[in-house]
């Protein structure tokens, strides 16, 4: 792919004052650079728009960005000392740039593997066909922690599991994307896409017009139309985002989908059920609820069937659910196929369910539970990434290159004693793009995560969020842990 | 609207019309402190310490800045002008997706830039430019409610809650000057504190066109209780709690409206059928106080119809 990227040449006028002075080049692919000096022809306008910034103007815009957040409160809270602060989850201002052939590819790529996962889905929860025929061990199914036996049987609209999905892929050194995770639970991170786009797009006004950037500010009517097609009722659907609340760190982005689609944002509180009915309770009287659109993990959501000490969820909404009477998006059970052993097995899930090549590879994964490859791992552990199965947000896992050799030791244990519960990877070095950096521009590793809608239809709004480690050298993407986030221009051509 | 909604809604709005209440009485004391003599200034602090009702937080050495700083700073009083703030900010976060992006802004930008003062001292640089500011940014906020925000049931409840608040304030307040907290107060009202009284209520200019400049008691209390016009008079709010209520929760049924719309009814009936002599002459406290209980009244009667009623009532 990348041989067919044409090169145009910048020499930097006056040696020392160019903003690359510390852009180095490491091992992985860079968006922007092919090779020292040598831009990549769909970043040649960015390259240029900067060069001919004034020299704090960078900076400047850049203050300007953050500001904006803070004053629209696009801000996760971090506890303390007992005093919360808030911070915003900074916007890098130099958008991430993607072709219109590599989004493509993307495109169709996600678009295959939300089709082989619902199919996945529909087929564990009712004949198991996949399991009889013994491609997937049925322990590693019925074992999991996120197998829902209450789900069994139970139809779904156009066997639509997952209706919302945020897959990551990151971009080897090859230049190839490669998925990394499927998140077919409640993931997030659409509304920082919508918002980076914003402040991206006012600072940057005249090369976002000559780029011909593809739009997603349709994104909000797009998901409004999924979530409406999910429920057979058609005269004056009562649509609701369900939230845990003011103090979930996702809390802006349930108040910015609410708002932006027109539908209610409610919290368990708000929610009753009577008659196995979902209803929501109105200064006017109760107001029955259809659609339930929600942010809150499976094990909260029903303090009758699954964890009885939430507070969150809502009292007998799973019976209204197995009634029929409301929709839940995404359905009660999907986190047994974002399992990270499910994972391994999806590109031949692919070729199972739909007689297709998967389009876009995963990360090579071993699997622990195979003896062969239990072996490799505890004989590499120095090198690869060991994740617990059921986790996720980086929880359980031994980051191998960077862990001491005692924690090493003490993980090895681990492994040995619970192999089904660890799968290992190696060390991927996530491509790197422009960065701003203490003034100047520097690369910094980037993954990739764009939003899938699937019910009636499957629907990808071209763009996604662009998470980047802002540490020099990390390769941690997570906002808990020093990322950020870019804006991500898919251009028309 | 959920019954949430109408809540946080309300409540926004009482603790926004209580941190204007705070600044404006902050900001005309340290404007006027200047021309009068020690105890006079010392009396008037003691009136607006009593008007907030925040007398537990007074010492006896506390100098203007120390009392200002308390009324309007300290984030661990509950009832500081920042404190109130910080409440009204927490409720519109709670109903986000209810208001526009205009008055999330305003709230939330008037809030950062006044949340560090709890802890620097930069404000004592210029106190009473700090506080015009800050009202005029209070004003800012109120108009940007009214000019985007649709007024429909939610805006109501807005109305509802900055106006139970005002009548309420606005009775605490006179009864400092007219009423039963009088008396605590060493030194009797001057000319000059009955000026502070209507720039407390941002009356002065408005009392000027209907009485001229003529500065009587009686007239003052009258115009505060009764003029229909004047945005800061009980009776007027008395008419936007009505009106709030004729257009709130219009689907609920007649029955749970009912018990709301006797008490706005009781409510009018009172502001409009009495007579200043009357007050002056003696019930003037008696006739505050039940102003004041009313609207707790009414706030009651509005939660228990709408907003925490019993599902197995309705069902």
């Given at each position: 792919m990348s041989s067919a990227v044409k090169l145009t040449r910048v020499d930097p006028a006056e040696p020392g004052h160019t903003p690359y002075t510390n852009y180095r080049l490491g091992a992985a692919y860079d968006e922007m650079f092919a090779s020292a000096g040598a831009v990549r022809m769909h970043y040649a306008g960015l390259a240029q728009s900067l060069a001919d910034l004034p020299g704090d103007e960078l900076?400047?815009?850049?203050?300007?960005?953050?500001?904006?957040?803070?004053?629209?409160?696009?801000?996760?809270?971090?506890?303390?000392?007992?005093?919360?602060?808030?911070?915003?989850?900074?916007?890098?201002?130099?958008?991430?740039?993607?072709?219109?052939?590599?989004?493509?590819?993307?495109?169709?790529?996600?678009?295959?593997?939300?089709?082989?996962?619902?199919?996945?889905?529909?087929?564990?929860?009712?004949?198991?066909?996949?399991?009889?025929?013994?491609?997937?061990?049925?322990?590693?199914?019925?074992?999991?922690?996120?197998?829902?036996?209450?789900?069994?049987?139970?139809?779904?609209?156009?066997?639509?599991?997952?209706?919302?999905?945020?897959?990551?892929?990151?971009?080897?050194?090859?230049?190839?994307?490669?998925?990394?995770?499927?998140?077919?639970?409640?993931?997030?991170?659409?509304?920082?896409?919508?918002?980076?786009?914003?402040?991206?797009?006012?600072?940057?006004?005249?090369?976002?017009?000559?780029?011909?950037?593809?739009?997603?500010?349709?994104?909000?009517?797009?998901?409004?139309?999924?979530?409406?097609?999910?429920?057979?009722?058609?005269?004056?659907?009562?649509?609701?985002?369900?939230?845990?609340?003011?103090?979930?760190?996702?809390?802006?982005?349930?108040?910015?989908?609410?708002?932006?689609?027109?539908?209610?944002?409610?919290?368990?509180?708000?929610?009753?059920?009577?008659?196995?009915?979902?209803?929501?309770?109105?200064?006017?009287?109760?107001?029955?609820?259809?659609?339930?659109?929600?942010?809150?993990?499976?094990?909260?959501?029903?303090?009758?069937?699954?964890?009885?000490?939430?507070?969150?969820?809502?009292?007998?909404?799973?019976?209204?659910?197995?009634?029929?009477?409301?929709?839940?998006?995404?359905?009660?059970?999907?986190?047994?196929?974002?399992?990270?052993?499910?994972?391994?097995?999806?590109?031949?899930?692919?070729?199972?369910?739909?007689?297709?090549?998967?389009?876009?590879?995963?990360?090579?994964?071993?699997?622990?539970?195979?003896?062969?490859?239990?072996?490799?791992?505890?004989?590499?552990?120095?090198?690869?990434?060991?994740?617990?199965?059921?986790?996720?947000?980086?929880?359980?896992?031994?980051?191998?290159?960077?862990?001491?050799?005692?924690?090493?030791?003490?993980?090895?244990?681990?492994?040995?004693?619970?192999?089904?519960?660890?799968?290992?990877?190696?060390?991927?070095?996530?491509?790197?793009?422009?960065?701003?950096?203490?003034?100047?521009?520097?690369?910094?590793?980037?993954?990739?995560?764009?939003?899938?809608?699937?019910?009636?239809?499957?629907?990808?709004?071209?763009?996604?969020?662009?998470?980047?480690?802002?540490?020099?050298?990390?390769?941690?993407?997570?906002?808990?842990?020093?990322?950020?986030?870019?804006?991500?221009?898919?251009?028309?051509? | 609207m959920l019954s949430r909604v109408a809540d946080s809604l309300y409540w926004m709005n009482r603790y926004l019309e209580r941190a204007e209440h705070i600044a404006r009485l902050i900001a005309v004391k340290l404007e006027t402190t200047v021309e009068q003599s020690r105890e006079d200034a010392e009396a008037a602090w003691a009136r607006v310490v009593a008007a907030l009702s925040a007398e537990h937080h007074m010492t006896e050495s506390a100098d203007a800045m120390s009392v200002t700083h308390r009324l309007a700073f300290d984030w661990h009083n509950d009832s500081s002008m920042l404190a109130s703030l910080g409440f009204a900010r927490d409720n519109a976060r709670q109903v986000r997706d209810q208001l526009t992006i205009e008055v999330w802004e305003n709230l939330n930008r008037l809030f950062l830039k006044l949340r560090p003062l709890a802890d620097d001292k930069s404000w004592l640089r210029n106190p009473p430019r700090l506080f015009r500011e800050t009202l005029q940014a209070l004003h800012a906020l109120e108009g940007v409610t009214n000019s985007t925000l649709s007024h429909g049931e939610g805006w109501y409840f807005l109305e509802l809650g900055r106006h139970i608040e005002r009548a309420q304030l606005v009775c605490r307040l006179l009864d400092v000057h007219f009423g039963t907290a009088r008396s605590a107060i060493a030194a009797e009202p001057t000319y000059f504190d009955w000026l502070v009284l209507l720039k407390s209520c941002s009356a002065f200019e408005p009392y000027c066109t209907v009485y001229t400049a003529t500065i009587r008691p009686e007239k003052i209390a009258e115009f505060l209780l009764f003029d229909r016009e004047f945005p800061h008079s009980v009776r007027y709010s008395v008419d936007r709690i009505g009106d709030a209520l004729a257009r709130v929760a219009p689907g609920a049924p007649p029955t749970r409206r009912a018990a709301v719309e006797r008490l706005a009814g009781r409510l009018k009936a009172t502001a409009d059928f009495t007579q200043i002599d009357e007050l002056m002459s003696g019930s003037i406290a008696r006739f505050l106080a039940g102003i004041a209980a009313q609207c707790e009244q009414i706030h009651e009667a509005v939660y228990a119809a709408y907003i925490t009623y019993g599902a197995e009532t309705v069902l």
């Amino acid at each position: 792919m990348s041989s067919a990227v044409k090169l145009t040449r910048v020499d930097p006028a006056e040696p020392g004052h160019t903003p690359y002075t510390n852009y180095r080049l490491g091992a992985a692919y860079d968006e922007m650079f092919a090779s020292a000096g040598a831009v990549r022809m769909h970043y040649a306008g960015l390259a240029q728009s900067l060069a001919d910034l004034p020299g704090d103007e960078l900076v400047r815009r850049q203050q300007a960005c953050e500001t904006s957040f803070l004053h629209q409160g696009i801000t996760f809270t971090v506890y303390s000392d007992k005093q919360a602060t808030e911070r915003i989850i900074p916007t890098d201002l130099l958008p991430r740039i993607v072709t219109a052939g590599e989004w493509d590819r993307i495109e169709a790529g996600l678009k295959q593997r939300i089709r082989a996962l619902n199919h996945f889905l529909h087929d564990i929860y009712t004949d198991g066909r996949v399991l009889k025929d013994g491609l997937i061990p049925r322990s590693m199914i019925y074992g999991s922690k996120h197998y829902r036996r209450e789900m069994r049987g139970l139809p779904v609209p156009h066997d639509a599991y997952v209706n919302v999905c945020g897959t990551d892929l990151v971009r080897r050194e090859d230049g190839a994307f490669v998925v990394l995770e499927d998140n077919l639970r409640v993931p997030s991170g659409v509304s920082y896409m919508l918002a980076n786009r914003d402040v991206v797009r006012r600072a940057f006004p005249d090369l976002f017009r000559a780029q011909a950037v593809r739009p997603i500010d349709h994104y909000p009517r797009e998901l409004l139309a999924t979530l409406k097609a999910l429920t057979p009722v058609r005269d004056d659907v009562s649509i609701a985002v369900l939230t845990p609340g003011v103090f979930n760190s996702a809390y802006f982005e349930h108040a910015f989908l609410a708002r932006q689609m027109g539908v209610e944002l409610v919290e368990g509180r708000d929610l009753l059920v009577n008659d196995n009915v979902v209803y929501a309770r109105t200064t006017s009287g109760l107001k029955r609820i259809d659609v339930i659109y929600r942010r809150i993990d499976d094990d909260f959501i029903d303090p009758l069937i699954f964890r009885d000490d939430s507070a969150l969820g809502v009292s007998g909404l799973f019976n209204a659910y197995r009634a029929g009477n409301v929709v839940i998006a995404n359905a009660l059970d999907t986190g047994v196929a974002d399992d990270k052993a499910v994972y391994a097995y999806v590109p031949r899930l692919i070729r199972y369910y739909l007689s297709e090549e998967p389009i876009l590879e995963n990360v090579e994964t071993f699997l622990c539970r195979e003896p062969k490859s239990l072996g490799h791992v505890l004989a590499n552990l120095d090198k690869v990434v060991v994740k617990a199965v059921g986790e996720s947000g980086g929880y359980g896992m031994l980051v191998g290159p960077h862990a001491s050799k005692a924690e090493r030791e003490a993980f090895a244990e681990k492994l040995k004693a619970d192999p089904e519960n660890y799968i290992a990877q190696p060390t991927i070095q996530l491509s790197t793009a422009p960065t701003v950096a203490d003034g100047g521009i520097e690369p910094r590793h980037v993954d990739l995560r764009p939003f899938i809608l699937h019910g009636e239809q499957t629907v990808i709004v071209p763009g996604a969020l662009t998470r980047v480690a802002l540490k020099r050298g990390s390769l941690v993407v997570n906002s808990s842990q020093g990322g950020g986030s870019k804006d991500t221009w898919v251009l028309s051509n | 609207m959920l019954s949430r909604v109408a809540d946080s809604l309300y409540w926004m709005n009482r603790y926004l019309e209580r941190a204007e209440h705070i600044a404006r009485l902050i900001a005309v004391k340290l404007e006027t402190t200047v021309e009068q003599s020690r105890e006079d200034a010392e009396a008037a602090w003691a009136r607006v310490v009593a008007a907030l009702s925040a007398e537990h937080h007074m010492t006896e050495s506390a100098d203007a800045m120390s009392v200002t700083h308390r009324l309007a700073f300290d984030w661990h009083n509950d009832s500081s002008m920042l404190a109130s703030l910080g409440f009204a900010r927490d409720n519109a976060r709670q109903v986000r997706d209810q208001l526009t992006i205009e008055v999330w802004e305003n709230l939330n930008r008037l809030f950062l830039k006044l949340r560090p003062l709890a802890d620097d001292k930069s404000w004592l640089r210029n106190p009473p430019r700090l506080f015009r500011e800050t009202l005029q940014a209070l004003h800012a906020l109120e108009g940007v409610t009214n000019s985007t925000l649709s007024h429909g049931e939610g805006w109501y409840f807005l109305e509802l809650g900055r106006h139970i608040e005002r009548a309420q304030l606005v009775c605490r307040l006179l009864d400092v000057h007219f009423g039963t907290a009088r008396s605590a107060i060493a030194a009797e009202p001057t000319y000059f504190d009955w000026l502070v009284l209507l720039k407390s209520c941002s009356a002065f200019e408005p009392y000027c066109t209907v009485y001229t400049a003529t500065i009587r008691p009686e007239k003052i209390a009258e115009f505060l209780l009764f003029d229909r016009e004047f945005p800061h008079s009980v009776r007027y709010s008395v008419d936007r709690i009505g009106d709030a209520l004729a257009r709130v929760a219009p689907g609920a049924p007649p029955t749970r409206r009912a018990a709301v719309e006797r008490l706005a009814g009781r409510l009018k009936a009172t502001a409009d059928f009495t007579q200043i002599d009357e007050l002056m002459s003696g019930s003037i406290a008696r006739f505050l106080a039940g102003i004041a209980a009313q609207c707790e009244q009414i706030h009651e009667a509005v939660y228990a119809a709408y907003i925490t009623y019993g599902a197995e009532t309705v069902l």
